[in-house]
């Protein structure tokens, strides 16, 4: 497998899982009401960043489609998650403009 697939795979990830921390972190800590944009952002992104693996795996026609969506979510979730300064919401941050950069330079 080429490297710079490899690096987008891993991206995509890297996101699903901190994404998913991000989700649980969020409904176990304080002001859950206040962060709820956050935790639908955070699954809506980890959902997205395993379907543009599967995507990228397979070679799909169409990926060049959901990494251009898969992008935009990223960015909307990290920024979302970086308004909060919990490990979970620094790590979600940090893989979500990860996985940004990677599928933009991936289509």
């Known amino acids: ?16 899982t901190a994404c998913n921390e991000y989700f649980s972190g969020s409904l176990n800590g304080p002001a859950v009401a206040a962060r709820v ?9 980890a959902d997205l960043c395993q379907l543009a ?3 990228v795996s397979r070679s799909s026609e169409h990926m060049r489609f959901v990494l251009h969506e898969c992008a935009e979510l ?11 300064s919990e490990a979970h919401s620094r790590r979600c941050t940090e893989a979500c403009r990860q996985a940004e950069d990677a599928c933009r330079m991936a289509y």
């Open 37 to 45: 944009r956050g935790i639908r952002l955070s699954r809506d992104c």
């Open 74 to 84: 990223c960015r909307t979730c990290a920024d979302e998650s970086s308004q909060y």
């Open 1 to 16: 497998m080429p490297l710079r697939r490899q690096l987008l795979l891993d991206a995509l990830r890297a996101c699903v």
């Open 53 to 55: 693996a599967a995507f």
